[in-house]
């Protein structure tokens, strides 16, 4: 039977894969992909992409909706690709995420993967303290000639056409209102990126990237933006990212209780640059497991790669003497090292390394002389420094292992394992509720 394109066909979906969306077989036997569903369910598609390995279909009908199957409370979730679990149950969408990273981190790691331990969020929405908007400018579309109004918002799934979001479930209040209040003086800036963060409990710092690359002159349009927000109580500092400097408006430090989960001195404050968790409510309780299984170890001496501005180590177990920080960012460096001096506390050494080329090249070239190593790599994992600590002879007896991404940890945890490093326990936490993103923390011993 040959499919062609925007061909309705009629679907059972088997399971989810990787990313949440439902998968599905086509009469021609091809694996076809549909967000929006649910494993069990029958639905009718319409075919929109198709490979000659895969398609990719939207739903035209439910047919058979699966008992959990619920009325999603978001407006917008059947355009925008942000979220990917409104149409089910929170207890169902936990199941199936964490079903599903403990299944890529055994599968890639090929090792023994304890049964994980699940941490649900205190709170499911209005969660994000940091957020990125996408502006698109009002333009003729190229294919139906319609004119498109200025937009802010998030891409649909697959795409890059924006979808206006002026209320985002996931995202807190404050956020929300400073967006629905800069669209106005927002429409002449053009195509950006609109970075918000909560820098107070009230104030919000904003963070400009615009498409068009400019050095130190700032457009008109952008200057008369600053100078509207000027008199936002709501708005605590502008910065405005340019090819070779950025431009800076306000007050641009941001309370560091804001970012880090556990502050050594009251009233401290960071760059706004440094990396931030987007859940306030879900790191501290990510901190509070991590330092746990710290002070569980016995360990006296911690060496933290991708310690950003301290999150972790500013919440280290008093029994703990020693805590080397490595971390790329040098302003996040800048920050905790400065934050440390402030509080007057001895066993901290931070330090600029790019862990990409491993640790060899940094000031601590191997782990040895450290009783733990503790790491929360970006995205993309840490492949250098897991094989060194795969090699390594002497050295840490514990490894905390902290991970956004299941099917880099299972990597990373395979070539671990080729020096002998055990997973002893895992735990899944929902740091991104909606989302088809899980945070994960596993300890290995040898
Ligand atoms: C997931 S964040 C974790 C930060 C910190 N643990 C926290 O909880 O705030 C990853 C960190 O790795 C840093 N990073 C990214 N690439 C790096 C590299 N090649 N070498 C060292 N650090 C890197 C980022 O700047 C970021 O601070």
Redesign the pocket.
Known sequence: MTIELNDSQRVTIDRLAHGGDGIGYLDDGRIVFVSGTLPGEVVDIEVFELKKSFARGRIEEVVEPAPQRVASQCPYSDECGGCQFWHTTYENELRLKTEAAWEAISRISKVEIPQARVLEAPAAIRYRSRVVFHQKRAHRDKRTGALEPNKIGFYRAQSKQLVDIDDCMITNSLLNQVRRALEPALRDVGDCDIILETASATSVMVTLVPETNYRTNLPRSLKAFMQSVDQNPMIRGIRVVGKNEDVIYGDIAVDADQ?LAHVPVHAARLGSG????SNQAM?RVLVDEVTGHIKASGATSVLE?????G??AFAMPESVEQIVG????AA?VESADALARLAGLQRYTFAK????KGLVKTPWPGAEGFDLVLL???RTGATTVCQELADAEDGPSTIVY?S?DPACLGRDLKTLATGGWKVDSLTLLDMFSRTSHIESIAVLTR
């Open positions: 970012i440094d990396f931030r968790q790191n790669l991708y310690c950003g501005s999150n972790f490595l971390e790329v960012s996040a390394a790019n862990l990409d929360d790599p970006p902290v956004c």
